[in-house]
């Protein structure tokens, strides 16, 4: 277990960075999607949107393995998106697929993506149109815990709807309360730019905390809070790359005036653990773990 101040476990490799938090799309609609998302939240992509370039992207920064987190606007692309998830999973890229609410079988698809493998699954309530809390999500949430998956969620405001509610920590705190056994992953650490609502009804639950889009963008105080007060072993690295750099982003953690076993924790220990228990990610030889 994570230790903030503590010497890093025997045997672990220090120079393991795991990046929870990325995005990618298959090579024939990458350009298309980028152009789309850059339009919409009028921010600008560092990387093209294939999975080639985020390895490259990965290669630079020294990153062991990035999850790729999908996105399904439409109930018909659960087929198409699971297919190529499988084409891309090896041990440095770890895809999660992704369920529409609308879909009229979300039982059999979540039965699905754990039968082939998958860590979990990925929901965006902005793209998906639904409330984290409201009363249709909840058979979903059943059925990833029945099938042992966890649930990345898009947590806090947008960049694209900066005035939505629909990801907001008070919900999640509901569905924590209600789902005790699930496995959540909250990113942009809890909540975008609601970090006072995270602090208030997040900090200290049993929620992982991803930090993706979110250094440089939340104020000192805040993030010294939730670094404080969160349960340590609960807080993972995650870029949300193409949108940052993934090198900039390692640097930005190794900047915080933390323990550099602390640091580990989150850029690799966390993750590491998390996975692991779960008997669902492989990582290549080369760990050392």
């Known amino acids: ?24 799309f298959p090579d024939y ?37 990035s999850i790729i987190a999908c996105i399904a606007t439409a109930p018909a692309q659960f087929k198409s998106i699971v297919e190529w998830c499988q084409s891309i999973s090896d041990p440095r890229l ?45 058979p979903i949430y059943r059925e990833a815990v029945d099938n042992d998956l966890l649930i990345l969620f898009h947590c806090g405001y947008d960049i694209s709807y900066p005035d939505s509610d629909r990801s907001s920590p008070a919900r999640l705190a509901r569905i924590r309360r209600d789902f005790p056994e699930l496995e959540i992953v909250a990113s942009h650490l809890g909540g975008w730019r609601q970090w006072d609502r995270v602090i208030h009804h997040l900090v200290g639950k049993n929620i992982y ?17 939730i670094l404080t007060y969160h349960p340590p072993n609960r807080i993972l690295f995650g870029t949300d790359s193409p949108w940052k750099d ?24 966390n993750a590491r653990e998390l996975f692991q228990r779960k008997h669902l990610l492989k990582f290549p030889a080369s760990s050392q773990i």
């Open 1 to 24: 277990m994570c230790v903030p101040g503590g010497p890093p476990g025997e045997g672990e490799s220090k120079k393991m960075i795991i990046d929870t938090h990325t995005h990618a």
């Open 29 to 65: 609609i990458a350009s298309i999607a980028i152009e789309k998302l850059e339009n919409l939240s009028k921010t600008k992509s560092y990387l093209n949107g294939t999975t080639a370039d985020l390895l490259r992207s990965m290669d630079r920064a020294g990153i062991e393995a």
């Open 94 to 138: 770890i895809p999660l697929p992704s369920i529409h609410p609308d879909s009229p079988d979300v039982a059999g698809e979540i039965r699905k993506i754990r039968e082939a493998g998958f860590v979990g699954l990925k929901l965006h309530a902005e793209y998906q149109s639904f409330y984290l809390d409201e009363e249709r999500m909840y």
């Open 209 to 225: 905390l991803d930090t993706s889009y979110t250094i440089g963008h939340i104020d000192e105080t805040s993030l010294r809070t």
């Open 246 to 269: 993934q090198q900039e982003e390692i640097r930005l953690i190794n900047s915080l005036d933390v323990s550099t076993a602390f640091k580990a924790c989150i850029l690799g220990q």
